[in-house]
């Protein structure tokens, strides 16, 4: 993928471990970084969703990391009840 024609734009899967939690997150990267800017999710919207601010982002140089900070169990529960979105 590319941002621009002298820009590439790299995705990185990553994962955050933490005794026994997994954060899921996603590392986007282009050949000439500034700098970075973390993105966390947790209520009512995830690292999947659309992300127009973190496109402009790197559009101008800067990495973005895309977090969420529910577990995908977690997310499943959230779905149903809607409880802990708040509850981070």
């Known amino acids: 993928?590319?941002?621009s024609e002298s820009n590439v734009?790299?995705?990185t899967f990553?994962?955050?471990n933490h005794d026994d939690?997994?954060?899921p997150g996603e590392l986007h990267r282009t050949n000439q970084?500034?700098?970075?800017?973390?993105f966390v999710h947790g209520s009512?919207?995830?690292?999947?969703?659309?992300?127009?601010?973190?496109k402009v982002l790197r559009s101008h140089g800067i990495a973005t990391f895309l977090?969420?900070?529910l577990t995908p169990q977690?997310?499943?529960?959230d779905e149903m009840t809607r409880h802990l979105r708040f509850d981070i």
């Open 1 to 3: 993928m590319e941002d």
């Open 9 to 11: 734009h790299l995705k």
């Open 74 to 77: 977690e997310e499943q529960i």
């Open 67 to 69: 977090l969420d900070l």
């Open 44 to 54: 009512g919207s995830s690292r999947s969703s659309p992300r127009y601010v973190a």
């Open 33 to 38: 970084d500034i700098g970075i800017c973390i």
């Open 14 to 16: 990553v994962q955050i």
């Open 21 to 23: 939690i997994i954060l």
